[in-house]
T-cell receptor, first 112, second 115 residues
Framework: QQQVKQSPQSLIVQKGGISIINCAYE??????FPWYQQFPGKGPALLIA?????SEKKEGRFTISFNKSAKQFSLHIMDSQPGDSATYFC???????????FGKGTTLSVSS | GAGVSQSPSNKVTEKGKDVELRCDPI?????LYWYRQRLGQGLEFLIY????????KSGLPSDRFSAERTGESVSTLTIQRTQQEDSAVYLC?????????????FGDGTRLSIL
């Protein structure tokens, strides 16, 4: 049973546009939600993370919006650039704190 | 400083053979994780080590999979009698402690192909 659902599977955005990726989770005991960026042939790299006591977190062009009551969170990439083209994964830390549960990923292509 | 190092970067083997994958965590990181990433999929948790505590093996898909870690250093993931469905990228991550205050840092993985 998939506990973190991510959408869309793929996304094409014009340079300078806003990229939005959405995730939903099921277990209300999750309390840490990171986003990872992965380039081909590389391991995932932490982009930004949020805890459920905060509704929004911004780091540069990247913003996480968090809706605890809806059990949803999203990543917004402002002023998207071709260098942002990568696969993005949302995740949630399991209740025991021993593992991240990942969404299936979103492949983002930013056209120049 | 050095990141998480995994070896080999690529491994091709025949069905039925055993394989051993290695992970060198970031120095000082007490927590170590193994994940599997099938083509076009998200990462699946396999196993977690934290210091001298008993590992969390809840993600291992079958008894053909096992992992060891010596103290707070190198870890090896062993797959016995490999099957074609074992083909995937195996990723290792480490962190200072196994909680949300310390992010997991990933290596670039071992791409395993079973013929």
């Amino acid at each position: 049973q998939q506990q973190v659902k991510q959408s869309p599977q793929s996304l094409i955005v014009q340079k300078g546009g806003i990229s939005i990726i959405n995730c939903a989770y099921e277990n209300t005991a999750f309390d840490y939600f990171p986003w990872y960026q992965q380039f081909p042939g590389k391991g995932p790299a932490l982009l930004i993370a949020i805890r459920p006591d905060v509704s929004e977190k911004k780091e540069g062009r990247f913003t996480i919006s968090f809706n605890k009551s809806a059990k949803q969170f999203s990543l917004h990439i402002m002023d998207s650039q071709p260098g942002d083209s990568a696969t993005y994964f949302c995740a949630a830390l399991n209740q025991a704190g021993t593992a991240l549960i990942f969404g299936k990923g979103t492949t983002l292509s930013v056209s120049s | 400083g050095a990141g998480v190092s995994q070896s080999p970067s690529n491994k091709v083997t025949e069905k039925g053979k055993d394989v051993e994958l290695r992970c060198d965590p970031i120095s000082g990181h007490t927590a170590l994780y193994w994940y599997r990433q099938r083509l076009g999929q998200g990462l699946e948790f396999l196993i977690y080590f934290q210091g001298n505590s008993a590992p969390d093996k809840s993600g291992l898909p079958s008894d053909r999979f096992s992992a060891e870690r010596t103290g707070e250093s190198v870890s090896t993931l062993t797959i016995q009698r490999t099957q074609q469905e074992d083909s995937a990228v195996y990723l290792c991550a480490s962190s200072f402690v196994g909680d949300s205050n310390q992010p997991q840092h990933f290596g670039d993985g071992t791409r395993l192909s079973i013929l």
